[in-house]
């Protein structure tokens, strides 16, 4: 793997390994959202709502849009699309494996 997409994907994995950046990706996911509005459901100031979204931002999984005053994230297609990627042949993978099991079952009941 190309030493770029490495580190891409090693930033994307750091910024996952934090409960409350998951938890901020899960509410973008229902749609965009302020500073504010993020830091609603976290007993958390808002600089340190805004370091946790400049880490997901590093990591290409945040992006900020701007409407006037407001600066709403949004969830990035392109740092979603790397771990999708990346976890790919593993899905391949296992998926085989259960097709393979299923089949294995199937010959099973027919004896």
């Given at each position: 793997?190309?030493?770029?997409k490495?580190?891409?994907?090693d930033?994307?994995?750091?910024a996952?390994?934090?409960?409350?950046?998951?938890?901020?990706?899960?509410?973008?996911?229902?749609g965009?959202?302020?500073?504010?509005?993020l830091?609603?459901?976290f007993?958390?100031?808002?600089?340190?709502?805004?370091?946790?979204?400049?880490?997901?931002e590093?990591a290409g999984?945040?992006?900020?849009?701007?409407?006037?005053?407001?600066?709403?994230?949004?969830?990035s297609p392109?740092?979603l699309?790397?771990?999708?990627?990346?976890?790919?042949p593993?899905q391949?993978?296992w998926?085989?494996?259960?097709?393979?099991?299923?089949?294995h079952?199937g010959?099973?009941?027919?004896k």
């Amino acid at each position: 793997m190309e030493i770029q997409k490495q580190t891409q994907l090693d930033a994307i994995f750091g910024a996952l390994a934090d409960p409350t950046r998951r938890a901020m990706l899960v509410r973008l996911a229902a749609g965009e959202a302020s500073v504010s509005e993020l830091m609603a459901p976290f007993n958390l100031t808002q600089p340190t709502v805004s370091k946790h979204l400049k880490v997901l931002e590093e990591a290409g999984l945040v992006e900020t849009g701007r409407e006037a005053q407001r600066r709403p994230r949004r969830l990035s297609p392109h740092g979603l699309k790397a771990i999708a990627d990346w976890i790919e042949p593993f899905q391949r993978q296992w998926e085989q494996r259960l097709d393979n099991l299923d089949a294995h079952l199937g010959t099973m009941e027919d004896k």
